[in-house]
């Protein structure tokens, strides 16, 4: 019933209302959506405290409500999400499999059949061509009235009904029944010109049609037509919606009155199942929140979970009753609608997370006064008091006391699965020694998508926190998720671990790349100039043709055969190979000559600004803490103000030093050489002033007038 009604993919929306023709009767026409930038990188932590575009397997105030509805319907009909092995998770790799976008979660749980475009792009825009023919010439055929002649005159005036001006000149249509077949051709075509006043005329005397398709369909055609002419004038200068306000709640009345008149006289019609739905479309456009909320609490009660009408039903209740201005006055009003309710709060629930004071927008005592509606829900009510003891800091071991440990169970709902992912939230806030163990007993039961490798981070966290780092990457370990694993080894992992999971031939080809690309990296920036020479054998000697930099974890190729196979010189300054440049560097970590040729490569092949995952290390994620790689990144513009202040260096070295740390701010007037940064105060700190890249292009002129370097450089940025 619900199907393609208010299909969103993305959370700021604005949509054109309208009706379809039948018998696509269960089809919105003339969605129009206005949708945010789709990208979306998660904080790769337990829980969220105020909206994230990455939602999770557990319920929480920060996951997209329409997540939180899926996995609550789920749980009331006793539906657990797919499972792990048979979900179809989406290629957001920076979600992994721990994390997921509603869009992912769609394409999931109901991924939809790959369709070709049409050949013709030329042709014009049928509405509903595809859905509603089929029905229409199975009625027709079913009609033995109709002559065959006119049969295929008709069947052949329907394939342009809908799509642009239709000639009715030259159908000879003579015979009683096919001529309320044509009548009703003409009544749709106005319909779909819009053209209400004849619409109506042509659909009104064929409610008594002696063919029962017709007097049915005629006698359903009313709703729709109200419900277009309803929102014709609701359309902004952009073509979108404009409110509700703006629709004619007269004619919003008309498709009432049409739809009680359409159900009394079919009440188990082939419509009456639309006819139904579309008493919530009159409540929506008519304002009436209240009557809409009923029937949306009826329906999250009633829908089963694994359902993809599921999916569109918490895509409508989201756009129009959750992202209306008075959903919270609604609910708080209201004392009958649990389940509507409990969505609300967890809405209500989001905090700033910057702001300790902050307490949302839920107060305790607002949360203690429901008590009464979730007397059929009390696991509900339980983790809705659980979630805002843990929101607003109060003492763990009261959250602990609030969710009985359910860690070793052999599968959860959404909701069970949620409650005992927040108690060991709560166990970690208590430090509890615990922790790690009630972890690892969740691993078990945790099979459907997204459970393990929530559960898997929560153990992760514990053991980064612990300096437990190598038992994630111990042989055995119960720590599979390769996301997980990646942004370990990007930034917590010893050059140890680095070369084991590089060699580790049970692991993904990208995790052990990303082993090995990790591992050369910070051989050259660190200082380990000895073991690149050997770390190198572990790079291929060809290169991808699909590998680069850029993003360069979230492709499926790792730019690893960089490090063989990158440039060395473009003719500027004369190199070596960048293992002859490492095995100088080994033997004389201050040969200026070859730190200026690994700046070289660093420049030649696009490391200015590159950055492996990065974690603020002043929050408690994934990855956060300090790197178990010794020695001190060395970036471009530190080789270069080295080899200035060494007066020791030869003149070539230091006019191209100068040459090139005034390069580094050209054209932007920014460091382009420094390393990626989280911060705009990073940047700062990484700029030195105007003046002192004077001061580098006076020198170059001055002291090394006959370089090529200063011949060159016209201008300081």
Not at 4 to 29: D, N, Q, S, W, Y
Not at 53 to 78: E, V
Not at 85 to 114: C, H, N, V, Y
Request: neutral net charge; glycine residues 8%; contains cysteine.
């Amino acid at each position: 019933m619900m199907k393609a009604l208010f299909r969103a993919r993305g959370k700021h929306r604005a949509a054109v209302v309208a009706a379809g023709l039948v018998p696509a009767a269960m089809i919105a026409g003339g969605v129009v959506w206005a949708c945010a930038d789709s990208s979306c990188y998660p904080d790769w932590k337990l829980g969220a405290s105020s909206y994230a575009c990455s939602g999770q397997a557990a319920m929480n105030p920060g996951n997209d409500t329409r997540i939180n509805m899926i996995w609550l319907m789920q749980s009331l009909s006793g539906s657990s999400p797919p499972a792990a092995a048979t979900a179809k998770i989406s290629d957001e790799r920076q979600l992994g499999q721990t994390f997921m976008s509603w869009p992912g979660l769609r394409s999931a749980f109901w991924p939809s059949p790959a369709t070709e475009a049409p050949a013709d792009t030329s042709a014009p825009s049928c509405q509903n061509i595809a859905q509603s023919l089929p029905a229409f010439h199975e009625a027709l055929a079913a009609d033995k009235g109709v002559p065959e002649g006119e049969r295929k005159a008709l069947n052949q005036l329907r394939e342009k009904v809908g799509c642009g001006d239709v000639s009715w000149d030259g159908a000879a249509i003579t015979s009683a029944a096919g001529r309320d077949w044509l009548a009703y051709l003409k009544a749709s075509q106005a319909f779909y010109a819009n053209d209400w006043a004849g619409a109506r005329q042509g659909f009104a005397p064929l409610a008594r049609a002696r063919n029962t398709w017709i007097a049915e369909t005629a006698s359903y055609m009313p709703i729709r037509i109200a419900l277009r002419a309803a929102v014709a004038g609701a359309v902004n200068q952009y073509g979108d919606f404009a409110g509700v306000e703006k629709v004619d709640t007269a004619t919003v009345g008309q498709a009432r009155a049409a739809i009680a008149a359409y159900l009394k006289a079919y009440p188990k019609g082939r419509y009456a199942d639309s006819a139904k739905g579309l008493t919530r479309r009159v409540a929506w456009l008519g304002g009436d929140n209240e009557t809409l909320a009923r029937s949306y609490e009826n329906l999250l009660a009633t829908t089963p979970g694994n359902r993809e009408d599921a999916a569109d039903l918490a895509e409508e209740i989201d756009i129009k009753l959750f992202e209306s201005q008075d959903a919270d006055a609604l609910f708080d009003r209201l004392h009958d609608m649990p389940l509507l309710t409990a969505i609300a709060d967890l809405k209500r629930m989001r905090r700033d997370e910057g702001d300790a004071k902050d307490p949302g927008k839920l107060s305790a005592a607002q949360l203690a006064a429901q008590q009464g509606q979730f007397a059929a829900h009390g696991d509900l009510y339980g983790f809705l008091q659980a979630t805002h003891a843990f929101q607003t800091g109060e003492n763990p071991r009261a959250i602990l006391a609030m969710l009985p440990d359910a860690a070793h169970a052999q599968s959860y709902t959404p909701l069970a699965f949620s409650r005992q992912m927040l108690r060991g939230m709560a166990l970690a806030r208590a430090k509890d020694p615990n922790e790690a163990g009630f972890w690892q007993g969740m691993l078990g039961g945790a099979t459907a998508a997204y459970q393990r490798p929530l559960v898997e981070m929560g153990l992760v966290l514990r053991w980064q926190r612990d300096g437990r780092l190598a038992q994630v990457f111990a042989p055995g370990s119960p720590i599979t998720d390769s996301m997980t694993r990646e942004i370990l080894l990007q930034t917590l992992a010893t050059p140890a671990i680095l070369r084991g999971s590089a060699k580790d031939a049970s692991r993904p080809a990208h995790e052990r790349d990303i082993a090995r690309f990790t591992l050369l990296y910070k051989d050259l920036t660190n200082g380990a100039y000895a073991d690149f020479g050997s770390d190198v054998a572990l790079a291929p000697a060809t290169a991808s043709k699909d590998a680069h930099l850029y993003d360069f974890s979230m492709q499926d190729d790792i730019p690893v055969s960089l490090f063989r196979t990158g440039q060395w010189s473009d003719g500027k300054f004369p190199c070596g190979s960048l293992t002859q440049t490492t095995a100088a560097l080994a033997r004389s970590p201050v040969d200026r000559k070859a730190q200026l040729c690994l700046a070289e490569f660093y420049r030649l092949n696009g490391f200015d600004g590159f950055s492996l995952f990065r974690s603020d290390g002043k929050r408690n994620l994934l990855g956060a803490g300090a790197s178990g790689f010794p020695g001190k990144p060395l970036s471009r513009d530190t080789i270069y103000a080295a080899v200035i202040a060494d007066q020791r260096a030869t003149p070539d070295e230091r006019a191209y030093a100068l040459y090139r740390a005034v390069m580094c701010y050209a054209p932007s007037g920014y460091n382009g050489c420094a390393t990626s940064r989280l911060t705009y105060s990073e940047t700062e700190t990484n700029d030195v002033p105007k003046s002192m890249r004077k001061a580098w292009y006076d020198e170059l002129k001055q002291r090394y007038p006959g370089s090529p370097w200063a011949k060159s450089l016209h201008y300081y940025w």
